[in-house]
């Protein structure tokens, strides 16, 4: 499987532990004889098909209605002496009469036949395979016992019948046709595998596109249980959902594996989230109990791939599946090929975060009572099995997905140059890398990197007055102690031993060698949206590696997991630039209401807040910026090839021409230059703080601004945030010029031409805003001229 390929699906076993179809009525999960049951099928069909054309008649004329004259209503052959078992194919006899009379309306055989004289040899194939489908669904209407799986074989079995009569094809009659839900669980699982993994090296990450790939058969050949079972199972569930996805996988799905007159279609490319959370846990469940028995069974090549990489997989993709805001679902998720198959390098649009597939070798008993959470990156291996009570990660608000999608800009590279271009990537590993000694490599790319290997971990881990002490988490907190004593010396050691064992406080272990080396302890106040850092140090000689800038990007995620996206804390002189490199500013954002009272104040320390992004993986942000880089360098590198023509050099300057145009240049519009309108930059901030103020001031007194005062609000105009993903208004433009922002005339026009975009973007030309967004723009662009910012 070449590396740029998408996640395929082959054969439906996971080495001996894989699971068979079961037959429609096979009432099991397993369905041990299934397919002997389906190759059964497909024998009868041969045997019949091959049978002398007399022989096929008899068989479809049980089918087909009276064609005598008078109107007869019989609407199939029956003999007048039937067997009273139906002999085997085999045996029957080859001698047909047609004029053999029929049972219930006294016509002859021929009289049934009479439409298919001149029907061709494959034509009577095609409906004989439908009668040898009806028998079948006959035989499983009266073996099922479930009253709901007994009305689709039903309804199945009367299409089919029907079709038989009108000779026409098996069209199912719904309101909805595949698929059913976008994206597909193939697409979602594809993005899933480039979500987490597109950082491995590509003999790693061929592993995990053959678990992917495992797990996306076990759910096209995976018996789903009746709707009546579920109810028992989970009564509080969504049972009418759950009761149309049953039906339309028994239509589309399960039944066309044995009657092939159907349309069949793949369970993982029909459905979506919706069917794979019904499923998933009772799935996974059962495919690592059938593992773990037949272990002893397994090829020694598949054994460990199955028994210690499957279990983990499904871990990280159950996380995915059931939280509320995890990109992989997003229909805006960077597809990277018309056919829905994402290539795996494919890194545009940054999700959240992004996990490396290798755990702790030496795992450690951590209680969850004294644990706040493992790291994100490396979870220990009590992880691997499902946590009820485990927390999702969710979205900051409650808003829907979609507004975390990632909608067009005016001015992006053109999708298919992306995916073009992507191709061209094949394998990240081929990405130069850049030293770790180098200026150009990220703060946190040595950590990051013995994080993967192993070398240090990250836990989450606080004191409990409720629980049992727990002797490894009781020690880790005692070497917290010691490290911030010994690199906070300002600070009394009984303060910090007070608020390192305090329940209320936990703290951002960074373990290597199975010691402590550092942390960062925090107190969370959900109700105020906020959590104070207390302490934060990195012992003096493991410093200058990273540590620092990767223990505050795990802090980021665990907070981001727990919907808290505001940090506040006291920094001392020593420390204010540390936090500045991590994103904290003294421009809080957290209303002052909000923590007065809840933090403690530092006598001579700055207060620094840093404001989360949700969207940002931090702990992977380096990676991905570095592969966005390379993705650059190849579009500038194709561009380069497109405009690489040698023109003739100029010989104006020879005959004593001074000065030409720049746009009479050979190749200079070819390079994608464009003439731009000059003005004068006014150096004097004053001048230009004046000159942009008195602007606005015209802007905003226009008759025709009245739509653009202020920000749009959600339920003025739903969906705007969808659809405009950089919002700009003239009250957002006041607070800029106000706070100085705009230090150059380019930033002032691009905002206010923001306004005008997004408006017309957003608004049907015949609509009043539209007309109001260009009349304004006409008048903005005016006095732009007059003050002399452009030329006229």
């Not at 199955?306 to 499904?314: V, Y």
């Not at 271009?421 to 790319?445: G, K």
Request: charged share 25%; aromatic share 8%; net charge positive.
């Amino acid at each position: 499987m070449a590396d740029s390929a998408g996640i395929q699906q082959g054969s439906p076993a996971i080495g001996a532990a894989g699971l068979v179809p079961a037959a429609p009525g096979a009432g099991g999960t397993e369905g041990s004889g299934a397919a002997g049951g389906s190759a059964r099928i497909a024998v009868k069909k041969a045997q019949l098909r091959s049978s002398p054309r007399p022989k096929k008649l008899e068989k479809l004329g049980v089918y087909s209605s009276c064609k005598a004259e008078g109107a007869c209503k019989c609407n199939g052959w029956k003999s007048q002496n039937p067997p009273p078992t139906p002999p085997r194919t085999d045996q029957q006899s080859n001698t047909v009469n047609l004029q053999e009379p029929c049972r219930s309306c006294s016509h002859t055989l021929g009289d049934h036949v009479t439409h298919l004289e001149n029907v061709s040899e494959e034509e009577m194939n095609r409906l004989l395979g439908i009668v040898l489908d009806v028998e079948y669904l006959y035989t499983c209407v009266h073996k099922e016992e479930d009253a709901d799986t007994k009305q689709v074989y039903f309804s199945l079995f009367k299409l089919l019948r029907k079709s038989i009569l009108q000779m026409g094809k098996p069209m199912l009659e719904a309101q909805e046709s595949p698929p059913f839900e976008k994206p597909s669980i193939e697409q979602g699982v594809n993005n899933f595998v480039q979500y987490k993994f597109s950082h491995l090296p590509s003999k790693e990450r061929q592993t995990i596109m053959e678990l992917a790939k495992m797990f996306l058969n076990q759910i096209n050949y995976w018996q789903l249980e009746t709707p009546s079972q579920r109810r028992q199972r989970v009564p509080n569930d969504d049972a009418a959902g759950y009761k149309a996805n049953y039906t339309r996988w028994l239509c589309y799905c399960n039944v066309p594996q044995f009657c092939d007159s159907l349309p069949r279609y793949e369970t993982t490319q029909i459905f979506g989230r919706t069917l794979l959370r019904s499923v998933f846990t009772v799935m996974r469940k059962q495919l690592l109990e059938q593992a773990r028995q037949e272990k002893d069974k397994l090829p020694p090549e598949k054994r460990t791939l199955i028994l210690t990489h499957f279990p983990k997989f499904l871990s990280m993709l159950e996380e995915e599946v059931y939280s509320h805001s995890s990109p992989i679902w997003s229909q805006d998720f960077l597809a990277g090929s018309s056919g829905g198959q994402i290539p795996i390098h494919t890194v545009i649009s940054a999700p959240p975060v992004s996990r490396p597939l290798y755990y702790s070798t030496s795992p450690v008993s951590v209680d969850p009572a004294t644990c706040g959470s493992v790291s994100p990156a490396r979870k220990t291996a009590s992880a691997l099995e499902p946590n009820p009570g485990g927390e999702k990660r969710k979205p900051s608000e409650p808003l829907p997905h979609e507004e975390n999608k990632r909608p067009r800009v005016v001015g992006d590279i053109p999708m298919d140059l992306i995916n073009e271009v992507m191709a061209t990537i094949t394998d990240p590993a081929a990405i130069p890398e850049t030293s770790l000694l180098s200026a150009h490599s990220a703060r946190d790319e040595a950590a990051r990197l013995e994080e993967r290997r192993g070398v240090i971990e990250f836990h989450v881990i606080g004191n409990s007055l409720n629980q049992k002490p727990n002797k490894r988490i009781l020690m880790w907190l005692v070497g917290l102690q010691n490290v911030f004593s010994h690199q906070l010396p300002r600070m009394p050691k009984e303060y910090i031993t007070r608020l390192v064992f305090d329940p209320k406080h936990k703290t951002l272990s960074l373990i290597k060698d199975g010691r402590v080396i550092g942390g960062i302890c925090f107190r969370m106040f959900p109700s105020q949206g906020f959590t104070e850092i207390v302490f934060c140090a990195v012992t003096s000689n493991e410093q200058v590696k990273g540590y620092g800038t990767h223990l505050m990007n795990h802090l980021k995620e665990y907070h981001i997991k727990h919907e808290i996206l505001n940090f506040l804390t006291y920094a001392d002189e020593y420390a204010i630039g540390y936090f500045k490199k991590q994103g904290f500013s003294k421009d809080i954002k957290v209303p002052k209401a909000k923590y007065v009272g809840y933090i403690k104040d530092y006598e001579g320390a700055t207060l620094m807040g840093c404001e989360l992004n949700p969207s940002i993986p931090y702990t992977e942000f380096s990676v991905i910026i570095k592969k966005q880089k390379e993705i650059i360098k190849k579009l500038i590198e194709r561009k380069q090839a497109q405009i690489r023509k040698v023109y003739p050099g100029l010989s104006c300057f020879k005959e004593g021409v001074r000065q030409i145009p720049i746009e009479s240049i050979p190749g200079i519009r070819e390079t994608g230059w464009k003439p731009v309108g000059k003005g004068k930059e006014l150096k004097d901030p004053d001048q230009l703080y004046s000159t942009l103020k008195t602007i606005l001031q015209h802007v905003k007194s226009h008759q025709n601004a009245w739509p653009f005062m202020e920000p749009v609000k959600k339920t003025e105009a739903p969906g705007y945030y969808q659809v405009i993903r950089f919002p700009m208004d003239l009250k957002t433009m006041s607070e800029r010029l106000k706070s100085r922002y705009y230090t150059t005339r380019k930033l002032f026009m691009a905002d206010m031409q923001r306004i005008f975009t997004n408006c017309r973007e957003y608004n049907p030309p015949e609509s009043e805003y539209y007309k109001c967004a260009n009349l304004l723009e006409k008048f903005f662009y005016t006095k732009i001229k007059e003050a002399g910012l452009i030329e006229k």
